[in-house]
């Protein structure tokens, strides 16, 4: 399996692969999103009765959704995840970790919320006990609706977990991949560039130097509208799918960069197929 050409942004991974067939990279998909771990938070603690400032006023702890609700959005929230320390082995599930689950820098991350009314309570308002890093990215993400004399105080605990636990531990979204195609163009029978221009819906095709060509080959999505008789030409332009090329993607909800969800899959691929190939040859 080769890399041509990869694409990475802080939630989002576009990779060309060549010389790789389907299987792998349906396991390579189903790893990012079933094995690639992240923080989130899953213990919540809120605080009942009243609750006051620092200038003396008091608000009722109070919300017009149930608790539940509450805790399930905070679940929900994407919480930073240093991909250093997935990939060394540092950040560890609290039941292997050496604190023994009583709780460290290792295995969790402490958050407090308070606020009061009138206001929107947002993902940004949630304070980590410790590195400011770890404050999530995404500071827009509402909770919950604060009316006037309303409060919420809140201590909430992130762990971490992988996405065949909860969906609020998957880290990797919408992964998928497809065949680039073949594009085969002859000059000579095209009849009206520019109708193939018009007619393609993924914008594949530009001019060039009074010339057709397929300057975004990696957006065509086959539907081979172009290869019409009508559009292009008897016989124009021939597309095909490559059998061993491909288009890969994926987002992540910004916990876990793609660069390290990329390498963690990896790594845990290579760990199960060592193990089978180690099962295999047991076999009498």
Same mark, same amino acid.
């Given at each position: %399996?080769?890399?041509?050409?990869?694409?990475?942004?802080?939630?989002?991974?576009?990779?060309?692969?060549?010389?790789?067939?389907?299987?792998?990279?349906?396991? *390579?998909?189903?790893?990012?999103?079933?094995?690639?771990?992240?923080?989130?938070?899953?213990?919540?603690?809120?605080?009942?009765?009243?609750?006051?400032?620092?200038?003396?006023?008091?608000?009722?702890?109070?919300?017009?959704?149930?608790?539940?609700?509450?805790?399930?959005?905070?679940?929900?929230?994407?919480?930073?995840?240093?991909?250093?320390?997935?990939?060394?082995?540092?950040?560890?599930?609290?039941?292997?970790?050496?604190?023994?689950?009583?709780?460290?820098?290792?295995?969790?991350? %402490?958050?407090?919320?308070?606020?009061?009314?009138?206001?929107?309570?947002?993902?940004?308002?949630?304070?980590?006990?410790?590195?400011?890093?770890?404050?999530?990215?995404?500071?827009?993400?509402?909770?919950?609706?604060?009316?006037?004399?309303?409060?919420?105080?809140?201590?909430?605990?992130?762990?971490?977990?992988?996405?065949? %636990?909860?969906?609020?531990?998957?880290?990797?979204?919408?992964?998928?991949?497809?065949?680039?195609?073949?594009?085969?163009?002859?000059?000579?029978?095209?009849?009206?560039?520019?109708?193939?221009?018009?007619?393609?819906?993924?914008?594949?095709?530009?001019?060039?130097?009074?010339?057709?060509?397929?300057?975004?080959?990696?957006?065509?999505?086959?539907?081979?509208?172009?290869?019409?008789?009508?559009?292009?030409?008897?016989?124009?332009?021939?597309?095909?799918?490559?059998?061993?090329?491909? *288009?890969?993607? *994926?987002?992540?909800?910004?916990?876990?960069?793609?660069?390290?969800?990329?390498?963690?899959?990896?790594?845990?691929?290579?760990?199960?197929?060592?193990?089978?190939?180690?099962?295999?040859?047991?076999?009498?």
């Amino acid at each position: %399996m080769k890399i041509e050409s990869a694409n990475l942004s802080d939630n989002r991974a576009e990779i060309i692969l060549s010389d790789v067939e389907p299987h792998l990279l349906n396991a *390579f998909r189903r790893a990012l999103m079933v094995d690639v771990p992240k923080m989130a938070i899953d213990k919540v603690e809120i605080h009942l009765g009243a609750i006051s400032d620092e200038n003396g006023r008091t608000y009722e702890s109070t919300t017009p959704l149930f608790d539940e609700i509450i805790a399930h959005r905070l679940g929900m929230i994407p919480v930073p995840t240093d991909g250093e320390a997935l990939i060394n082995g540092h950040l560890k599930p609290a039941d292997e970790c050496d604190c023994s689950g009583t709780g460290c820098q290792n295995c969790q991350v %402490m958050y407090s919320l308070n606020k009061r009314g009138p206001a929107t309570v947002y993902s940004g308002d949630l304070e980590p006990l410790g590195d400011e890093k770890l404050k999530t990215k995404d500071a827009k993400i509402p909770i919950v609706k604060l009316t006037e004399d309303e409060g919420i105080l809140i201590y909430a605990i992130a762990h971490i977990g992988t996405g065949d %636990m909860h969906a609020r531990w998957q880290a990797v979204h919408a992964a998928g991949y497809r065949p680039i195609p073949n594009i085969t163009i002859n000059q000579k029978k095209i009849n009206d560039p520019e109708r193939v221009v018009e007619n393609c819906p993924r914008k594949v095709y530009k001019i060039s130097k009074k010339s057709l060509k397929a300057m975004n080959p990696e957006a065509c999505i086959l539907c081979r509208t172009c290869e019409h008789e009508d559009i292009s030409g008897k016989d124009a332009i021939t597309v095909d799918a490559y059998t061993s090329r491909y *288009f890969f993607k *994926f987002e992540t909800d910004g916990a876990v960069e793609p660069k390290y969800a990329i390498l963690y899959a990896l790594k845990v691929l290579e760990a199960r197929y060592d193990d089978f190939q180690k099962s295999f040859g047991e076999l009498k």
